[in-house]
């Protein structure tokens, strides 16, 4: 089983809003991701959690805030947010984290399409 | 840094013809995986296929093939058959520690 759950599927806030996504898995990965995709380009990593921990942060603001309660879960929680955060948002995970990741296989959720009044 | 290029933004193919994605990369690791992920418009990435750099030998998966070329960093996706269900885009992406670098995606039509 390689599924990766992601919740909602579709969200709209307001710029005041503090909303959440959540990202799930079941397959004992170690390593759990949050990408930002615009329409027409590849995903574009923000924050990788390894063990738990986070280990890359790609330079995103602060009103974005990740959360790893626990291994198989993953949260982003999002706060006056701009009208330009609008996008896909993708959870993936994989087996591995650190140094092994080289080697590693990253499955993704469905998405959240998030959109910013 | 790793860097992948695919220097075909959109792609057509026949329904039943086979079709050939390109894709190059640089990296400066001597392991690491490479990827080709599908996008529909329902826009879950879907893992096609992945290579072991270590592995001479191409992977294939079903329809899908690839020609590796590791001197060359070369790493095309060959789609045999095409079905109208191979419709959506097309990312072929590096692993380098925590890292997927994606290229910018070929966006593949297949027409009746």
């Known amino acids: 089983d390689t599924e990766v759950t992601q919740t909602p599927k579709h969200l709209v806030m307001g710029m005041t809003n503090k909303k959440s996504l959540k990202c799930e898995q079941h397959?004992?990965?170690?390593?759990m991701y949050w990408y930002k995709q615009k329409a027409k380009k590849p995903p574009e990593l923000m924050f990788v959690?390894?063990?738990?921990?986070?280990?890359i942060n790609e330079s995103v603001p602060s009103r974005f805030s990740p959360e790893c309660p626990n291994s198989s879960l993953l949260n982003l929680h999002l706060h006056a947010l701009q009208p330009e955060d609008s996008a896909l948002y993708l959870c993936?995970?994989?087996?591995?984290?650190?140094?092994?990741?080289?080697?590693?296989?990253?499955?993704f959720g469905p998405g959240t399409r998030l959109t910013v009044l | 840094a790793q860097t992948v290029t695919q220097s075909q933004p959109e792609m057509s193919v026949q329904e039943a013809e086979t079709v050939t994605l390109s894709c190059t990369y640089d990296?400066?690791?001597?392991?690491?995986?490479l990827f080709w992920y599908k996008q529909p418009p329902s826009r879950q990435m879907i893992l096609v296929i992945r290579?072991?750099?270590?592995?001479?030998q191409n992977a294939t998966e079903n329809r899908f093939s690839v020609n590796f070329q590791k001197a060359a960093k070369s790493f095309s996706l060959k789609i045999s058959d095409s079905q109208l269900g191979d419709a959506a885009m097309y990312f072929c992406?590096?692993?380098?520690?925590?890292?997927?670098?994606f290229g910018g995606g070929t966006r593949l039509m297949v027409k009746p």
């Open positions: 993936a995970s994989s087996q591995e984290g650190g140094l092994a990741g080289s080697t590693d296989t990253q499955y």
């Open positions: 397959m004992g990965h170690r390593a």
């Open positions: 959690y390894s063990y738990e921990k986070l280990s």
């Open positions: 990296t400066s690791e001597s392991d690491y995986y």
């Open positions: 290579q072991e750099a270590y592995k001479q």
């Open positions: 992406a590096h692993n380098a520690g925590n890292m997927l670098t």
